[in-house]
């Protein structure tokens, strides 16, 4: 079978920290400030590195892929499971925390590598492809009423891959949308393709897709005609942020960026403040300041094109909102 197009882009993603630097025109002094060799690894499509300006390390896209001596620093209260994912993992691959919807990993792959991801840490199981023991959970569960597709990422997975799956939970009577998070289109575009968009077309239940996008400079021309391609199936498109400092903490970013989505047809969803993951402390961005931010989105936005602000709390039954 021909290898996709888009399968051919991410083998080109960069994942050598000195060719990053060189990429970047970054000094001596300025090297100084990156982690080489850091647990979690660098992967950054060439399509946002592309984007990021050249011999400074304060910009917004850069700061959200490049690991920094930053990440080594301890910080009290940040941990390695902040939102508390090994306490509802129900199978290897499957997470339920909240009430009629649960939340399946089919793959750890990911598109990128975001230095404030708070399932870095997660132990994926490797040794199984499949999802059957998931799969049967959610049979049996007929309280399920949405399965979420996360990871990992779920477009890291092939168009047959994800045909079986759909298959599958198609076969879960009582399973009536699925969700997808992924933020596999800011980078690569090229995986919105003709097979996939076919896949949403035609499958009975009801999709949702919630891509991951914090700045408005991820969101190029080519990455909102990926996305509108889906959203002219009928499919809800929606995104969700996360607050970070130095990236989107300043009113016209985050105003530019609700403005961006909401004329694309996306409609801005949640705005997380930092899951306390481990060696994200330097991301940090307080409950007030979010607060003034969607204020002046509001003053400026109609409501659909504010995101509410929330924070994942370990045990409860839903997002906090703040």
């Known amino acids: 079978r021909p290898i996709p197009r888009w399968r051919k882009i991410q083998r080109n ?7 990053r ?13 990156l982690w080489e060799k850091p647990r979690f690894a660098l992967n950054l499509p060439r399509r946002l590195a592309q984007k990021i300006e050249k011999g400074t390390l304060d910009d917004p896209i850069l700061r959200q892929f490049v690991p920094l001596q930053s990440e080594r620093e301890p910080s009290p209260g940040f941990e390695l499971d902040p939102v508390g994912d090994l306490s509802a993992r129900k199978c290897q691959k499957l997470l339920h925390k909240y009430e009629g919807r649960a939340l399946l990993m089919p793959t750890k792959a990911c598109a990128m590598h975001c230095r404030y991801c708070f399932r870095q840490n997660f132990p994926y199981d490797t040794g199984d492809i499949g999802c059957e023991q998931e799969i049967e959970t959610i049979r049996q569960d007929t309280s399920l009423k949405e399965i979420i597709l ?10 047959e891959a994800l045909e ?21 289109p800011v980078g690569i575009p090229e995986r919105i393709d003709a097979g996939l968009l076919q896949l949403f077309r035609t499958h009975p239940q009801q999709i949702v897709f919630i891509i991951h996008c914090n700045h408005p400079r991820e969101l190029d021309a080519d990455v909102l005609a990926a996305l509108q391609s889906i959203g002219k199936l009928g499919i809800p498109l929606l995104n969700q942020s996360v607050l970070l400092k130095g990236v989107n903490d300043t009113e016209e970013t985050l105003f530019s960026l609700c403005q961006t989505l909401v004329d694309a047809g996306i409609l801005p969803y949640y705005l997380h403040l930092l899951d306390r993951v481990a060696g994200s402390a330097h991301f940090e961005v307080s409950i007030e300041r979010g607060r003034e931010l969607l204020a002046y989105v509001h003053h400026r936005l109609a409501g659909y094109g504010v995101p509410r602000l929330v924070r994942e709390v370990a045990g409860q039954p839903g997002k906090t909102l703040l």
Do not use: M, W, Y
């Open 13 to 19: 993603n960069f994942t050598r920290l000195q060719e």
């Open 21 to 33: 630097a060189d990429f970047l025109a970054l000094s001596d002094g300025q090297r100084e400030a």
């Open 150 to 159: 996360s990871g990992g990422d779920p477009l890291s997975l092939s168009n």
């Open 164 to 184: 079986s799956l759909f298959s599958q939970l198609a076969a879960c009577v009582h399973v009536k949308r699925i969700r997808f998070h992924t933020r596999f």
